[in-house]
């Protein structure tokens, strides 16, 4: 009978160590992305420093370049989206943030048009622009990578290139840890809402 009691209350124990490891690994990634601060341009050319514009908010991130013609779009799209989804009590803890890795095109004022004709608010989302060294650490902090390809010049002299790049959007805490990537263009929205709400719980 002694037996029988502690090979339950082993079980017992076990259920909720395995249950509680489960709770806490939800998400695969910590990484802390506070420790360096990078400087950008928001889309009203206003000088920033990220992350701390996403100091204590959840935040979804993504890298994009305006001239790209099909996945960025469908990123940016999928964000909205979520934005749209959210309860009401989460819309205020939730940033999005859009940071280019192509900024010899993507000026501020091109950013904050690409925001109008998508018609998202900047009172949520910021769109950021900088120069290669801060843009290339933030590349290197998120693992992002942009390569430059099918490069033609037009006839007054200017280079038209597209960018074959890194498919994501990032989920960061609000203590400014990375906790999760997903792929950008074809996103599980619903997956994004829920991890959402678990960490605004």
């Given at each position: 009978?002694?037996?029988?009691?502690?090979t339950f209350q082993?079980i017992?124990i076990l259920?909720?160590?395995i249950?509680?490891v489960g709770?806490?690994?939800?998400f695969p990634?910590?990484?802390?992305?506070?420790?360096?601060?990078?400087?950008?341009?928001?889309?009203?050319?206003?000088k920033?420093n990220?992350?701390?514009?996403?100091?204590?908010?959840?935040?979804?991130?993504?890298?994009?370049?305006?001239?790209c013609?099909?996945?960025?779009?469908m990123?940016?799209?999928?964000m909205?989206?979520?934005?749209?989804?959210l309860?009401?009590?989460?819309?205020?803890?939730?940033?999005f943030?859009?940071?280019?890795f192509?900024?010899?095109?993507?000026?501020?004022?091109?950013?904050?048009?690409?925001?109008?004709?998508?018609?998202?608010?900047?009172?949520?989302?910021?769109?950021?622009?900088g120069?290669?060294?801060n843009?290339?650490?933030?590349m290197?902090?998120?693992?992002?990578?942009?390569?430059?390809?099918d490069?033609t010049?037009?006839d007054?002299?200017?280079?038209?290139?597209?960018?074959i790049?890194?498919?994501?959007?990032?989920?960061?805490?609000?203590e400014?840890?990375?906790?999760?990537?997903?792929k950008?263009?074809?996103?599980d929205?619903?997956m994004?809402?829920?991890d959402?709400k678990y960490?605004?719980d």
């Amino acid at each position: 009978m002694k037996t029988q009691i502690k090979t339950f209350q082993f079980i017992v124990i076990l259920f909720f160590m395995i249950f509680y490891v489960g709770c806490n690994n939800r998400f695969p990634l910590e990484q802390d992305i506070t420790k360096t601060q990078n400087s950008f341009l928001n889309q009203d050319s206003i000088k920033v420093n990220f992350p701390e514009i996403i100091k204590n908010k959840i935040t979804l991130m993504t890298m994009i370049y305006t001239h790209c013609p099909d996945i960025c779009p469908m990123t940016t799209h999928n964000m909205s989206l979520v934005e749209q989804k959210l309860p009401d009590n989460l819309k205020d803890k939730v940033r999005f943030v859009v940071i280019s890795f192509d900024p010899k095109r993507d000026s501020p004022s091109v950013f904050k048009e690409y925001a109008e004709i998508r018609d998202l608010s900047f009172k949520t989302w910021t769109f950021l622009t900088g120069d290669e060294q801060n843009t290339k650490e933030v590349m290197l902090k998120f693992n992002i990578v942009a390569i430059p390809a099918d490069s033609t010049y037009y006839d007054d002299g200017t280079l038209s290139y597209n960018v074959i790049h890194t498919d994501r959007i990032s989920l960061i805490d609000q203590e400014g840890k990375l906790r999760a990537n997903y792929k950008g263009s074809t996103a599980d929205l619903n997956m994004l809402i829920e991890d959402i709400k678990y960490l605004a719980d």
